[in-house]
């Protein structure tokens, strides 16, 4: 069989959480809800100048010629999927797109190699509607589609020595960092506050100076000398009048609460008030690097 190293872009979109569908809505509609969208998924590849690979279930991959037509066809299904899911009909369903565009071996139509492999790292990274990607991938974006780019985090990869540097999407207008809300509201309250004490310093936050990152890089907000977290670890957003936090780390977030409760985030959210004790990579008990935060 011919094989042939071409430089193509590589995508994996699967529908999130789909045994939960399965259990929430019976065989036969969730059946239906996913065959649906991966239905939709194609059709979309098949617009933006790509080729539908092989579907794995509830997954689809493709390859196309660029990165541009690539990103194009992630941002189209993510806002196909979410038009569908507020029409209030269907199941409402969220897809997780991971790409990458590199190198790759072209045989009988399928694809091999670096580019595929490190496409479906960043499907595995990527959570319900979000759409994540490489640092190589973003540098051969130009335009709109780079403007929509944010770096996220840094992850290792099977069978590359170095980390690589991966990029959120922001594709939906939702995940703009709440400017055009918190411009018409002026800060006077205290709730619209916090305070991040971190490594003996202090820093108070307003909602206008969302998102703050956590982490140990020198690029993060409130950098934190802490041995297992990563250079951007954790973010906190002010988002329908909360202050929340997110993990986007390898190792999770810990987060202990005024109540006690302590709570493991992994790529996960959580709403904070009042006041409590957050974690990098390790539980709040003994840690060294303890960040604390207090609302108000």
């Given at each position: 069989?011919?094989?042939?190293?071409?430089?193509?872009?590589?995508?994996?979109?699967?529908?999130?959480?789909?045994?939960?569908?399965?259990?929430?809505?019976?065989?036969?509609?969730?059946?239906?809800?996913?065959?649906?969208?991966?239905?939709?998924?194609?059709?979309?590849?098949?617009?933006k100048?790509?080729?539908?690979?092989?579907?794995?279930g509830?997954?689809?991959?493709?390859?196309?010629?660029?990165?541009?037509?690539?990103?194009?066809?992630?941002?189209?299904?993510?806002?196909?999927v979410?038009?569908?899911?507020?029409?209030?009909?269907?199941?409402?369903?969220?897809?997780?797109?991971?790409?990458?565009?590199?190198?790759?071996?072209?045989?009988n139509?399928?694809?091999?190699?670096?580019?595929?492999?490190?496409?479906?790292?960043?499907?595995?990274?990527?959570?319900?509607?979000?759409?994540?990607?490489?640092?190589?991938?973003?540098?051969?974006?130009?335009?709109?589609?780079?403007?929509?780019?944010?770096?996220?985090?840094?992850?290792?990869?099977?069978?590359?020595?170095?980390?690589?540097?991966?990029?959120?999407?922001?594709?939906?207008?939702?995940?703009?960092?709440?400017?055009?809300?918190?411009?018409?509201t002026?800060v006077?309250?205290?709730?619209?506050?916090?305070?991040?004490?971190?490594?003996?310093?202090?820093?108070v936050?307003?909602?206008?100076?969302?998102?703050v990152?956590?982490?140990?890089?020198?690029?993060?907000?409130?950098?934190?000398?802490?041995?297992?977290?990563?250079?951007?670890?954790?973010?906190?957003?002010?988002?329908?009048?909360?202050?929340?936090?997110?993990?986007?780390?390898?190792?999770?977030?810990?987060?202990?609460?005024?109540?006690?409760?302590?709570?493991?985030?992994?790529?996960?959210?959580?709403?904070?008030?009042?006041?409590?004790?957050?974690?990098?990579?390790?539980?709040?008990?003994?840690?060294?690097?303890?960040?604390?935060?207090?609302?108000?």
């Amino acid at each position: 069989m011919t094989k042939e190293v071409i430089h193509c872009a590589v995508m994996f979109a699967d529908v999130a959480g789909s045994t939960a569908l399965y259990d929430k809505y019976g065989n036969t509609k969730a059946k239906t809800a996913i065959e649906n969208c991966i239905n939709l998924m194609s059709d979309v590849t098949n617009r933006k100048n790509g080729m539908v690979i092989k579907t794995i279930g509830d997954e689809v991959m493709c390859r196309f010629p660029s990165a541009a037509d690539c990103m194009g066809a992630a941002v189209e299904i993510q806002e196909a999927v979410k038009i569908i899911a507020s029409g209030g009909d269907e199941i409402a369903i969220k897809v997780r797109i991971g790409l990458h565009a590199g190198e790759a071996i072209l045989e009988n139509n399928d694809v091999f190699g670096d580019a595929v492999n490190v496409a479906a790292r960043m499907a595995g990274i990527a959570k319900g509607d979000q759409i994540i990607t490489t640092e190589e991938t973003y540098k051969q974006l130009g335009g709109f589609l780079k403007s929509l780019c944010r770096k996220f985090d840094t992850t290792s990869v099977k069978g590359k020595a170095d980390l690589i540097t991966i990029y959120d999407v922001l594709w939906d207008d939702d995940d703009d960092d709440v400017t055009s809300i918190a411009y018409s509201t002026a800060v006077t309250s205290s709730d619209n506050q916090i305070t991040l004490t971190a490594m003996g310093d202090s820093n108070v936050f307003h909602e206008l100076d969302m998102p703050v990152t956590i982490g140990r890089g020198a690029k993060a907000s409130v950098p934190v000398n802490a041995p297992l977290a990563s250079r951007i670890h954790a973010r906190i957003e002010y988002n329908r009048g909360k202050f929340v936090l997110t993990d986007q780390s390898t190792n999770g977030t810990y987060v202990k609460l005024s109540d006690g409760k302590e709570v493991f985030l992994r790529r996960e959210e959580l709403p904070l008030s009042s006041s409590g004790s957050v974690a990098l990579g390790e539980k709040v008990e003994g840690c060294e690097s303890v960040i604390t935060f207090h609302i108000g």
